[in-house]
């Protein structure tokens, strides 16, 4: 099983869709989460934190499953804005450095 | 406004030469990391650093070295031992307390092309 683990999609879907991603992790000692989003030939920023209880920033929800070792990004009302590479990221068990997933594109069409 | 800034932005390299991308970061993090990014393969960690000093091999460090003579910098050099150098080159720092990483923040990479 690899370390970390996105759907490289692409998703392509409407304005005003809602459309969720996973990513799994192998690490159970891994202990921090985060979503990250690319632009075409940009370097990835910082999109949302991921906690156990899961939090919410306006049309983005993030969620973390340990049971089952995989966190989740939900958009509702998706933008053309959005059309992005999102990138899952954890860290290492006891290192504090971050594994990253290979992305998931996601393509948003009028 | 605090950041970090790799330089330069692209950068040619002719085979058998050492070329050193440039990291800087004023946010006052105590950690520092290089990534390369190729087509497909994601993110792939090569060297790290969490002090002033003292670094540690990622993934995949062989072909390059690094430095961490000050907390701003971590400059990164791409050696001549390194086969296939043509990537885009990102370099980040972090907050690091304990085992907790409180997430990157990225410069704007450097895209390197073997001439």
């Known amino acids: 099983r690899k370390e970390v683990e996105q759907d490289p999609g692409p998703f392509n879907v409407p304005e005003g869709a809602t459309v969720a991603f996973n990513c799994t992790y192998s690490?159970?000692?891994?202990?921090?989460f985060f979503w990250y989003r690319q632009d075409c030939r940009k370097e990835p920023k910082l999109l949302m934190s991921?906690?156990?209880s899961g939090n919410e920033d306006g049309r983005f929800t993030a969620q973390l499953n340990r049971a089952s070792q995989y966190i989740s990004l939900l958009i509702r009302d998706s933008k053309l804005s959005d059309s992005a590479t999102y990138l899952c990221?954890?860290?290492?068990?006891?290192?504090?450095?971050?594994?990253f997933g290979k992305g998931t594109k996601l393509s948003v069409k009028p | 406004d605090g950041g970090i800034t790799q330089s330069p932005k692209y950068l040619f390299r002719k085979e058998g030469q050492n070329v050193t991308l440039s990291c800087e970061q004023n946010?006052?993090?105590?950690?520092m990391y290089w990534y390369r990014q190729d087509p497909g393969q994601g993110l792939r960690l090569i060297y790290y650093?969490?002090?002033?000093?003292?670094?540690q091999k990622g993934d995949i460090a062989e072909g390059y070295s690094v430095s961490r003579e000050k907390k701003e910098s971590f400059p990164l050099t791409v050696t001549s031992a390194q086969k296939n150098p043509t990537a885009f080159y990102l370099c980040?720092?972090?907050?690091?307390?304990?085992?907790?990483?409180?997430?990157?923040?990225f410069g704007s990479g450097t895209r390197l092309t073997v001439v």
């Open positions: 690490n159970s000692a891994s202990q921090s």
């Open positions: 946010l006052n993090h105590d950690a």
């Open positions: 980040a720092s972090s907050i690091y307390v304990g085992v907790t990483n409180y997430g990157y923040t």
């Open positions: 650093s969490q002090i002033v000093n003292d670094f």
């Open positions: 990221a954890v860290n290492r068990g006891s290192q504090g450095n971050l594994i």
């Open positions: 991921v906690y156990s």
